[in-house]
């Protein structure tokens, strides 16, 4: 939050049309040289926060105000635009990442990709390229974008239908447990773990992160990794006229509901119609198929088995 805000007032009082320069003095309304960030605390870090025994605020740093610790911290933005930079790309798009990175090691020698690999599972964004330039956007950030039902076409494999999928449940982890360095301590290697409540076997799904990251932090990413993996069971393929070209990677589309059934409502059963998914594969064959198309949030359940 405090980089966000960092971001938020120097880049709008950076603009000259919203910090004018005045007449009477010769200078901007907002004199962004002389702004400063508060505040550093001469308290050593890491000591606080962690000797609570010695500073009973410690609890408060999680939350609090301090820069101590974090002020050589990068934006997630900063990191992939200089990541692309290094193999020669630089028509990239980073402004909708949105993202704080206490540490990052590259420990070989290897392709962007898999320097950015770490990064897009445990920042949940996606890449693509859409007219020359590399797009970086949030995952669930994007715009939603409904298609009629009756706009599919039959691209010679689809039949011009609406085919749902479902991967084995032997497929789908029910743990996953997540390996990074930890942070606002000793950096010792620490793990965390995300289980449903319902798992009956326990299939691991281990992933080693080279991040420095807190405890929550492992976890949250730990948490969602596995929603996402229950969540993602569910997907659709279908195909699309070429007047839909606009669609690609990683947009998110709703099929949409025709007006006969726009008087359902909450414990109403009905099909695939309503649903969101996020687009993780086209083929560009004539008409534009797109394949695989993973569900990232179900809002109805389904009319039966699949």
């Keep these: 939050m405090q980089l966000q805000y960092l971001r938020a007032m120097i880049g709008y009082w950076g603009e000259a049309a919203h910090n004018p320069v005045s007449a009477v003095y010769g200078g901007p309304m907002v004199d962004m040289a002389h702004a400063h960030v508060w505040c550093w605390d001469a308290r050593p870090y890491p000591a606080f926060p962690n000797a609570t025994a010695l500073w009973a605020d ?17 934006s997630l933005a900063n990191v992939v635009a200089e990541v692309c930079a290094g193999v020669g790309v630089t028509e990239v798009d980073t402004s909708r990442l ?9 420990t070989e020698v290897g392709t962007a990709r898999s320097a950015l690999q770490p990064l897009l599972l445990a920042y949940a964004f996606d890449v693509a390229e859409r007219d020359g330039r590399v797009n970086f956007v ?12 009756g706009a599919v076409v039959d691209d010679g494999s689809s039949a ?9 449940e032997a497929d789908v982890s029910g743990c996953v447990r997540v390996n990074f360095t930890e942070a606002d301590g000793d950096y010792q290697g620490r793990s965390a773990e995300a289980l449903f409540p319902d798992e009956s076997v326990h299939k691991v799904a281990q992933s080693d ?28 393929k279908f195909a699309l006229p070429p007047s839909q070209a606009a669609l690609g990677a990683g947009d998110g589309v709703k099929f949409a509901l025709p007006p006969s059934q726009a008087a359902l409502g909450a414990g109403d059963v009905v099909t695939l119609e309503g649903a969101d998914y996020r687009i ?27």
């Design 280 to 306: 993780d594969r086209v083929e560009d064959t004539g008409a534009r198929a797109l394949e695989r198309v993973a569900g990232f949030r179900i809002h109805v359940p389904w009319s039966g088995e699949l």
């Design 209 to 236: 992160l080279a991040l420095v990251m807190t405890q929550a932090e492992g976890r949250t990413i730990a948490e969602r990794w596995l929603a996402e993996a229950r969540v993602a069971r569910d997907g659709v």
């Design 138 to 149: 949030q995952r669930g950030a994007g715009a939603v974008a409904a298609i009629d039902p």
């Design 98 to 106: 949105y993202g704080y990175l206490r540490g990052y090691s590259l």
């Design 160 to 168: 011009g239908v609406v085919q749902a999928l479902r991967a084995a």
């Design 58 to 74: 410690g609890a408060n740093y999680a939350l609090g105000h301090w820069i101590t610790g974090r002020a050589m911290g990068q």
